[in-house]
């Protein structure tokens, strides 16, 4: 029974995550449109102009300060959402990419989880690499030039 319970927590888990990421890919294609900037300069300009009206008070630049702030803590987790699944379906395509290309060098299939100093290493060899094939010898070789 206990594990029945647990594969419908991970059902609900997937499905409200399969929510969450369309819930996110919308909204930030929303606010990526001339439009949403448009309605937030809007709203900019009205607080603006009502300054003097409210002998720009505390609370008048409060309540920009606090619905911006949250606005931005929000749009972070939502933008970061669709930025991760867009970057893991990149790297998909491009690891799928380097599967049918014979030329193409299989250690580099799933590079973005290498470290930095890591990619340094092979963007230096790549660079040697091109630098011998520019000299006439066989691309990827791994051989240095000399």
């Known amino acids: 029974m206990g594990l029945h319970r647990h594969g419908s927590d991970t059902t609900h888990v997937q499905r ?9 890919s919308s909204v930030a294609r929303w606010v990526g449109r001339a ?4 309605i937030a300069l809007a ?17 008048w630049q409060l309540v920009i300060n606090t619905g911006t702030t949250v606005l931005t803590f929000l749009m972070v987790f939502l933008i970061q959402n669709t930025l991760d699944r ?12 380097i ?14 989880k290498l470290t930095e100093k890591q990619l340094e290493q092979i963007e230096q060899q790549e660079h040697e690499n091109g630098s011998a094939s520019e ?8 051989s240095s030039p000399g």
Do not use: C, N, Y
Request: zero cysteines.
């Open 35 to 38: 439009s949403a900037f448009v």
């Open 99 to 112: 599967r049918v290309t014979q030329e193409a060098s299989d250690s580099l299939i799933g590079a973005e």
């Open 135 to 142: 000299d006439g010898s066989p691309v990827g070789s791994g």
């Open 43 to 59: 709203i900019v300009i009205v607080w603006a102009v009502s300054g003097p009206i409210f002998h720009f008070s505390d609370t």
């Open 16 to 24: 409200t995550s399969g929510r969450f990421d369309r819930f996110a």
């Open 86 to 97: 867009d970057s893991m379906a990149l790297h998909v395509k491009l690891d799928e990419l």
